[in-house]
C-alpha cells in the first residue's frame, strides 16, 4: 500500500468521524493524530502489519460494521434501528485504539509491505485489550455511549473473556444481551481480519 492510498484512508476515517456530530472533534482528531493511530501497525507480525496498518484495519472494521447493518436491517429492524450508524463509526474505527502506542520496529526489521518486523511494549498502562482503548479514549476526553464502551470493551468476543472467572463471563453476556453493538463489532472485526485483511490464497 503506498502512500497515496494511505493518505486516502486517513482522510476517509477523518470524515467519517466527523459525520458524527461529535463536539470538539476537531480536538479529538489532533489528539489521534499525536497518539500514533495513523501510523501504527494492526499487529507485530500478522494481519497488516505495516505502518499505518491500524488506520486500515479499522476502517474494514467500520466497512463490515456498516454493511453488516445494512444487509440485516430489513430481517431484524428491532436490532438495528436502535443501533446508530454513528455509534458504529465510533466502536469501529477506535477499539483498537490501544494498539496506537505500544509497537516499535525492530533494529534492522524489514520494512516491505506484509514484512514488517515489529516488538511490543505495553508501556505505562498494562492493562487489558479492550480496557486500555476505553480508558485511552476516556483520557482523551471521547465522550463515549455505554453501547460503545461495552462494544470496545469485548470486541474480541469470547477470546478477551477468562471462563474461569464467573462474574467476567457474566459481565460478557450481559454487554451482549444489553447491547447489538458488542456482538456487530465482535463480528465485523472477524470480517476484517480473516477475510478482507487475509493474504491472496489458493482455498480448497
Known sequence: MDKEELKKVKNRIIDLLKSTGIDDIDYFLEELENSGF????????????????????????????LTLKKTFMTERPDIFDNISDESIIVASLLHDMCKSDIYHRKRGAQIEFGQAEFGTDPGALPIGHGEKSVVMLLRMGFGLTDAEISAIRWHMGAWSVNQSDNEERNSFRTAEKLYPLVTLIQLADTIASKFTERPPMTIN
Open 38 to 65: 495513523f501510523t501504527a501497525p494492526a499487529s507485530m507480525k500478522n494481519h497488516l502489519c505495516f505502518e499505518g496498518g491500524l488506520m486500515c484495519h479499522s476502517l474494514n472494521v467500520c466497512e463490515a460494521a
